[in-house]
């Protein structure tokens, strides 16, 4: 084996290697707002490459992202001030989950679009049915939610992170990944090879919905007040569909590339063009789907298709 | 929807990709707000020297909503009042510091959180340790005090408030030292005035309906003790979802109960919806009490004489003061009737001119010093402002300070009527028949 | 019987505008398949364009219609010729044009929201038209709020006639149905999907002119709109004009009569009944 052939099948784990010990250490040399401006990033990572877990394979596009999300910041808000940090996150994860197991349970038959508005108008019922309890209930809207300081928030999103990863990756690889492919394929075929659809779509959708729980959960703590129009915002809903689809939906790590560079944008389009920000990100949405059908991961393998035809054609 | 066999390589291949590219994305150079349309470059953060400190401005940083669901109500409140006011200061050089010895002008750097809670909290921190802006100026709405004003305290900056306001946040302000609230709200000193004036008048009950958020719980609620004490009865309290399209039934209730005064305490989306269905429905109550909305001139565009009587909250109006009637004429004269704020606007003037007081007044750009300024002002050591000589109370801008409480619509003009010793004109009540045709 | 009478109409009221609205979002996502969360855009420019014509030109309201519709319908045509055509072209299939025309759609959004504020700057605006007070039956309306309802109504009705009646209405439909076959049949495809698209568009933008008539307008008022159309197009199921328009009524009159009893209640029980009704059957309430 030349040493050619070695250095190009180490270079990707060793840069992998390099990220993930980057983003450790980051808090030690990178400046203050440096690391509150990743910890935002890694949480749309997080809530878009969750998404996927589920939505990649099956094709199910779930709009109930907002609602997991928002399960876990209430438990923050209840919860926070009560019980130690790692253990209301937890909560939320589980909550979150919980609330998934449900879902999934209820949209069984569902298909396609139907499930979409389904999981859409699920939000909405939750965060109005909390905003009457609230209101009616407790005579309150908003609450405070206890403050962290930002390095702690930072750790807690990436270690959420990377323990998202390493899940997504044992999903992938495992029969279950494969039965969920197969259900994506043709959910009846599925059925007919043994697949237990109803066990592996439902456990699968309430096993993303613990990394968004979690999220919200760490996240709410930097938001510092909230309320359910806040923490059931149905923008978060789409986000992670249209960060996914941004980054490449065919591509294991299109949601990846996707939420992170979405994201960067805005906040550079926010800052950098305050007044014309919604038109600027609306332009370039549209550029970068009539000229990159396949998202940012689909320019990425045309340039690497493009190397190796280099490499053939110079061999 | 992958089409391809994912193998471990790829899998590594990709995650380094995807790894490689959030870390750019992370460690790549932040955007300096250099490029803002509107404004220069931001100033090099400034290190305060020991013997001649060298600094040519004051960089204050915001905040706003400049897109999303409350652009409607930041850029129709303060940001005309900002637009308005720095360029008036930086006219004449800017605010003198004797620290620096020289008139320093004022730059914004001014950011748009998309109105989102959680984007605000992560500007306000980029202003502050990155930018080093000098200043901060609030973002937008009640719920977004709440988050920016823990953080503001946090890193020691002096935040006076601009939209927003309510009950709660007098609990707070204990613990947020450097926090002074501008703007009036329901029991600082709005509601007591209007019962008193409405019992003056002898109005026996009451139908409230309010918004289900934090603003109208605090309004009905602060109704609920202030009108019984001044012997008025609520007969009626209907809570509305924001998003509320159709309120008929709750029109058609508040006449069936006869109270004499009609509240809808809300924003613009549901009291024009309110008045609009009142007129179509003939329900004429005694007095028509709204909340946000009713102080703007575009209700007077929207409605035309049918705003006649209609009752609503205020500060001032033309013949408040002279002071007052000058900025009405820098605000208002010559532009669109749609843009008048009779409530918030003198009272975020005078927050500015509180800042630029104080300012002078330390001689220096040191927060500390200038929350002290602030906070020790007095009826016997008042800073100057539009309102003329104000103070805060325990965080809260002095209701001796306040030009007016109650406004209504008067002959086309929205005139002040509480408390009676502020008033520019006197009450109308029982407010006259809806016009008809 | 007068309460009764009361909550009815009130929910016809607001049922026929959900209904015009919804029955535009049905043309685009249930026959062009764009889930065009952008529709309340379109809602938006009608009634800030309905409102200008009316307090600087003193343009009658109703007249407004027949502006806007035709204008939006000219913008919505262009919009799929130019860009969802491409689109649809470049995608791999249709689940991937599903998605891509979603996030062109929130780029939509974006663009047009961010124009009409600089265009008409961040007010709320309103006026009065017919607002007196009708009595129908002993329960009192208000004439403008009639007068959305006669329109909406109208609108719907002829816009149905023109699917079941016309040569190009058959064209629609058959596209709705079964678009590879539709293909196949001679029907021009993209031509159809780009008419559905304007029609869907003209629809909007004349509800918004109606909605102008009774409720204050601003810049960003189309999301709240458009939200409620896509579930009332889900609940009606896909595809089907009529249970788009029968959705928006039962919408409408779900809300007013739990609006009697508890106001604050009127959002969850719009959820509430489109959850339980797609749970007890899964296409909506005319899906196939």
């Not at chain 2, 932040?30 to 931001?42: L, Q």
């Not at chain 2, 019992?199 to 605090?218: C, M, N, R, W």
């Not at chain 3, 196949?184 to 029609?199: E, K, P, Q």
Request: aromatic letters at 12%; charged letters at 15%.
């Amino acid at each position: 084996m030349s040493i050619d052939r070695v250095l190009s099948k180490l270079w990707v784990p060793a840069l992998l290697l390099i990220v993930l010990v980057l983003l450790a250490t980051f808090t030690r040399y990178a400046s203050a707002y440096t690391v509150i401006l990743v910890t935002s990033i890694l949480m749309y990572v997080v809530l878009t490459v969750s998404w996927s877990i589920f939505s990649g394979p099956t094709g199910y596009i779930s709009l109930a992202s907002a609602a997991f999300f928002g399960v876990g910041i209430y438990t923050a808000a209840l919860l926070g001030t009560k019980l130690p940090l790692p253990i209301v996150i937890l909560i939320g994860g589980l909550a979150s989950s919980c609330l998934a197991f449900l879902v999934g349970a209820l949209t069984l038959r569902l298909k396609g679009t139907y499930f979409a508005i389904f999981t859409f108008g699920l939000v909405e019922l939750i965060k109005h049915l909390l905003l009457w309890y609230e209101i009616r209930m407790t005579g309150t809207r908003g609450r405070f939610v206890i403050v962290v300081d930002n390095n702690t928030i930072y750790q807690v999103m990436l270690a959420i992170f990377v323990l998202l990863l390493l899940t997504a990756y044992l999903v992938r690889r495992s029969r279950w990944g494969l039965a969920l492919k197969s259900i994506g394929e043709n959910e009846q075929a599925a059925a007919h090879m043994g697949v237990n659809v109803t066990l592996v779509k439902v456990s699968t959708f309430a096993l993303s919905a613990v990394f968004m729980g979690a999220a919200g959960a760490i996240m709410a703590t930097r938001w510092t007040y909230i309320d359910p129009y806040i923490a059931f915002n149905y923008f978060l809903s789409f986000m992670p569909v249209l960060m996914a689809i941004f980054g490449g939906l065919g591509h294991s790590f299109g949601p990846i590339l996707g939420a992170a560079v979405f994201a960067y944008l805005e906040e550079v389009l926010i800052t950098r063009f305050p007044y014309y920000y919604m038109l600027l990100f609306g332009i370039i949405l549209l550029v970068v789907i009539v000229y990159l059908p396949n998202g940012l991961m689909g320019l990425v393998q045309t340039w690497r298709t493009r190397r190796l035809e280099r490499q053939h054609a110079t061999a | 929807m992958d089409t391809k066999d994912l193998s471990r390589r790829e899998f590594l291949r990709g995650a380094a990709v995807a790894g490689a590219g959030l870390a750019a994305a992370a460690c790549g150079p932040t955007p300096a707000p250099t490029a803002a349309p509107t404004e220069a470059p931001a100033a090099a953060p400034t290190e305060t020297a020991v013997v001649t400190p060298v600094k040519d401005k004051i960089v204050v940083g915001m905040s706003r909503p400049l897109s999303g669901w409350n652009a409607t109500i930041g850029d129709a409140a303060f940001r005309p009042i900002y637009e308005t006011w720095v360029p008036m200061v930086n006219a004449e050089g800017g605010i003198y510091v004797e620290e620096y010895g020289k008139k320093l002008p004022i730059e914004l750097i001014i950011y748009d959180d998309k109105s989102d809670v959680g984007t605000m909290t992560r500007l306000t921190e980029k202003l502050i340790l990155e930018d080093k802006v000098d200043f901060l100026w609030p973002a937008s709405g009640t719920a977004f005090i709440f988050a920016q004003a823990p953080i503001a305290t946090k890193y020691g900056y002096v935040l006076i408030t601009a939209e927003g306001g309510a009950t709660q946040i007098k609990d707070m302000l204990p613990s947020l030292p450097g926090v002074f609230v501008t703007l009036s709200f329901s029991d600082w000193y709005q509601l007591p005035v209007l019962a008193e004036i409405l019992a003056a008048k002898g109005a026996k009950t009451a139908y409230v309906s309010y918004i289900a958020d934090l603003h109208g719980i605090e309004y009905s609620g602060v109704a609920g003790i202030e009108f019984p004490k001044q012997g008025i009865d609520v007969v009626g309290l209907k809570s509305l979802p924001p998003d509320i399209k159709d309120l008929s039934p709750v029109i058609k209730d508040a006449d069936a109960s006869g109270a004499d005064i009609f509240c809808c305490f809300a924003y613009p989306d549901q009291n024009m919806p309110a008045c609009g269905t009142s007129m179509e429905l003939g329900y004429n109550p005694k007095a028509w009490v709204g909340g946000p909305g009713v102080n703007f001139g575009f209700y007077h565009a929207a409605f035309g004489p049918a705003v006649e009587g209609l009752m609503g909250f205020t500060a001032f109006a033309r013949g408040s003061s002279p002071a007052l009637d000058q900025l009405a004429d820098t605000l208002y004269e010559g532009k669109p009737e749609e843009i008048n704020d009779w409530w918030g606007h003198p009272y975020y003037w005078a927050g500015l001119d509180v800042w630029k007081a104080a300012i002078e007044k330390a001689g220096t750009l040191d927060q500390e010093k200038i929350r002290d300024v602030i906070a020790s002002a007095s009826p016997e050591n008042p800073l100057e402002t539009v309102l003329g000589p104000t103070w805060f109370d325990n965080g809260l801008l002095a209701k001796e300070t306040h030009p007016g409480e109650i406004g209504q619509w008067i002959n086309g003009v929205f005139e002040v009527v509480g408390p009676t010793d502020k008033a520019t004109a006197e009450l109308v009540y029982p407010k006259p028949p809806w016009p008809t045709g | 019987m007068l309460t009764f009478l009361n909550i009815a109409i009130a929910g016809l009221l607001l049922g026929g505008l959900y209904a015009l609205i919804a029955m535009g979002l049905s043309l685009q996502y249930g026959v062009a398949r764009v889930l065009n969360i952008s529709h309340g855009e379109f809602i938006m420019l009608g009634a800030l364009t309905t409102y200008t014509l009316y307090s600087v030109a003193g343009i009658n309201p109703l007249l407004s219609l027949a502006i806007a519709g035709p204008a939006a319908f000219a913008l919505g045509y262009i919009i799929h010729r130019t860009l969802f055509k491409r689109i649809a072209a470049s995608s791999e299939s249709p689940a991937i044009f599903e998605s891509n025309s979603m996030l062109a759609a929130f780029g939509l959004l974006f663009i047009i929201q961010n124009l009409a504020l600089i265009v008409w700057g961040p007010e709320t605006r309103g006026y009065s038209y017919l607002a007196f007070p009708v009595n129908v039956g002993g329960a009192l309306f208000g004439a403008n709020r009639l007068v959305t309802l006669g329109f909406s109504v109208l609108i719907g009705l002829a816009f149905y006639l023109f699917l079941a009646r016309t040569r190009m209405g058959k064209a629609i439909r058959a596209a709705a149905q079964d678009p590879e076959t539709a293909g196949l049949m001679g029907v021009n495809i993209n031509w159809v999907l780009a008419l559905c698209f304007g029609f869907g568009a003209a629809m909007a933008a004349m509800a918004g002119a109606l909605i102008s008539m009774c409720y204050p307008v601003h810049g960003v008022m189309g999301i709240e709109y458009a939200v409620i159309a896509i579930i009332v197009v889900v609940l009606g199921g896909l595809g089907s004009i009529p249970g788009s328009f029968i959705g928006g009524f039962v919408l409408g009159l779900v809300g007013s009569i739990v609006a009697y009893f508890e106001p604050g209640l009127t959002l969850a029980a719009y959820y509430g009944i489109f959850i339980l009704l797609l749970l007890a059957k899964p296409t909506g309430l005319m899906g196939k």
